[in-house]
Every structure is written in structure tokens, then in C-alpha cells.
């Protein structure tokens, strides 16, 4: 087998990454090839659920009171349990427990760095085999180094993320992540079972077709919002023809195609769900710390999602998040009708 040098691994990458800070300890870049191998064993499940016994609903509900998958509960075992016998993280947290995880030992308590993730994004498609994901963020912890980390270190503006990604299962696999430095995209190619570098300096186009929003509740969105859909399916896009909707129903899936193709994906509150339904931590943050550093801007429809100052684990928020230009065209619709 003839093997492409030009194409970078992962972990290829992330050590190229490193020489440019001759200071760097590498623990950031340990951590993400530690998610790396989690969502690789978790792929596999993917790719074969339709074959075992791993598919459907465990019995039981989570935190967040929705029923649990058995997949859902062999991801979040999986990275939970690479990154607890990984020497990068000092704790998790994660959206199917009710608290955080301290991985309490004396090099987890050596590290610098808490990591909160979503398992697995769209988890209700499983059963009818659409594309499914992972999200995650990383932050540096507040407390002190040397002893275990604190529910203080997770509850932290997402501004404070140093990294943030998402692996989405699909037709390929596919892991995105985001530091300060920019956006790359690395495809897991099967025949050596690496992520390879496919998308570097990935950039969220400031315009784009396509609008992401469940029209299944169009009636209980306030009205800025329901104006801005009008206006979507009227005169939409720069050519002068309507937008297109497309909606997957999984954020992962839904929020990737519109980072690389332009677009913005709404999840706004109901009348049913006045604070929202999206995880700020686990969903919400992540995502907008990765479209943000690709030129794009995500809003809870009242201010910036990367301000908000978590007060739970659990918090729920509204969630807007796109290319830049149709943001700012949304952000004038929410302003002018701020109490809908």
C-alpha cells in the first residue's frame, strides 16, 4: 500500500502544531488525540449498531429527562474512560450525568485542562440511521494545580474555551476542532484507521442558502423570529430567490453543513420552552466557539453566546448560530421585537 506523505494525520498535526510554541507542555495536544481515539472506538459501534444489540433505548432517562440510548451510554462511557486513563484532563462533565466527573489521582491532578462534551448529538436518529455526533470543549481549569479540579472550573463563559470540536458519524467520519489558531477538519480514513487533515483553515462563508429551523413549531417562536423565517422563504437569498431549508434534526449534522457551506441554524425558545431546549455547555458553547473563530457569530437572540456566565451544569438557551451577514440580518428582526 503506497501511503500519501503529503496528507497529515491527527496526531501528525497537533506535534507540527506544537513546534511553533517551543514552551508548549503538548497536554492540549495529548487531550485532543485522546478524543480522537475515543471517537474512533465509538465509530466502530456506529458503523456495526445496526448488527448488535446497541441500538434503541436502555430503559432508563437522563438528567435531562429524555430517554437514553445504549449508544448514547457506550459513548459516554468511552470517553470518559480514555480521557480518565489519559494524563491530560483532571474531569469531565457530560450531558447524561447530573454532575461533573473528578478524575481524582495524582496526574489527573496535575493537569491543566476540564473537558466538557455531548456524547452523542441526535442520538433519537439512531434507529433510522441519520448522521449522529459527539461535541466537546475544553477549558483550562481556575483551581489550583496539583489538587482535584471543582465544579468552578466547568462553569465557565465559553469565551474561556481554549479548544472546542464536534466528530459527526456520517457517510464518513469526521472530526472538526477549533483552538485560537483556526478550524481544521480531519476525515478518518479506514485503511489506516487515522484521522487524516482533509479540511484545513476551514472558514464559515459570511453569506449563505441555507436556513436550519423545525417549522414544526413555527407557531409557538416569537414574532422576531417567525419574520425572519417569512423573510427567508420570500426573498432570502443575495440572487433575490428564497433561501432553502434544510433541517436534520441533528444540531451536529445541521451546524457542520452550514459551516462549510454558509447558512444559520436556529433553535430559538417556544412558548412551551421559554429558556430554550439546547445545552449551553455541552451544545451551545462548543459550536459557537468554533463558528466564531471561522468568521461566523452565534447569539442567544439577546447577546453573545460566549458571554453568557454559566449558572448549572445543566443550563439550558436559546440558540442562533451562522454565517455572519445572515446573523447580523436575524439580529435586526430579534432587536426590533426584543420581548417575543
Not at 489521582?105 to 433510522?128: A, H, M, R, T, W
Request: charged letters at 20%.
Amino acid at each position: 500500500m503506497i501511503v500519501n506523505r503529503k496528507v497529515l494525520t491527527l496526531d501528525e498535526f497537533t506535534i507540527q502544531q506544537l513546534r511553533d510554541f517551543p514552551h508548549a507542555t503538548g497536554e492540549l495536544s495529548n487531550l485532543l488525540r485522546d478524543i480522537g481515539l475515543a471517537a474512533k472506538r465509538v465509530n466502530v459501534e456506529v458503523n456495526k449498531a445496526g448488527l448488535v444489540d446497541i441500538l434503541g433505548d436502555i430503559g432508563t432517562v437522563n438528567v435531562q429527562g429524555e430517554d437514553v440510548k445504549k449508544l448514547d451510554v457506550f459513548a459516554n462511557n468511552q470517553f470518559m474512560g480514555v480521557l480518565r486513563h489519559g494524563i491530560s484532563c483532571a474531569g469531565i462533565g457530560s450531558e447524561e450525568l447530573e454532575d461533573v466527573v473528578v478524575f481524582d489521582d495524582e496526574v489527573s491532578n496535575q493537569s491543566k485542562y476540564v473537558c466538557l462534551f455531548d456524547p452523542l448529538d441526535g442520538s433519537g436518529n439512531i434507529d433510522v440511521n441519520v448522521s449522529i455526533g459527539t461535541i466537546f470543549g475544553v477549558y483550562r481549569r481556575v483551581s489550583e494545580l496539583g489538587k482535584p479540579c471543582r465544579k468552578e472550573d466547568f462553569l465557565q463563559p465559553g469565551i474561556k474555551q481554549v479548544a472546542a470540536g464536534y466528530i459527526i458519524y456520517g457517510s464518513s467520519t469526521m472530526m472538526v476542532y477549533a483552538t485560537r489558531r483556526g478550524v481544521n477538519g480531519f476525515t478518518l480514513d479506514p485503511s489506516i484507521g487515522e484521522f487524516t487533515l482533509s479540511h484545513p483553515h476551514i472558514q464559515c462563508p459570511p453569506d449563505g442558502k441555507i436556513y436550519s429551523v423545525n417549522h414544526g413549531n413555527f407557531f409557538k417562536y416569537g414574532q422576531g423570529v417567525k419574520k425572519y423565517i417569512d423573510l427567508c422563504q420570500r426573498k432570502g437569498n443575495p440572487e433575490g430567490g428564497p433561501y432553502t431549508q434544510r433541517y436534520i434534526g441533528s444540531m451536529v449534522a445541521d451546524v457542520h453543513r452550514n459551516l462549510i457551506k454558509g447558512g444559520i441554524f436556529m433553535y430559538p425558545a417556544t412558548t412551551d420552552k421559554p429558556g430554550g431546549k439546547l445545552r449551553l455547555l455541552y451544545e451551545c458553547n462548543p459550536f459557537a466557539f468554533i463558528v466564531e473563530v471561522a468568521g461566523g457569530r452565534a447569539t442567544n437572540g439577546k447577546e453573545r453566546i460566549l458571554d453568557i456566565q454559566p449558572a448549572s451544569l445543566h443550563q439550558r438557551s436559546p440558540f442562533f448560530i451562522g454565517s455572519k451577514n445572515m446573523m447580523e440580518e436575524l439580529e435586526t428582526f430579534l432587536k426590533d421585537n426584543p420581548n417575543t
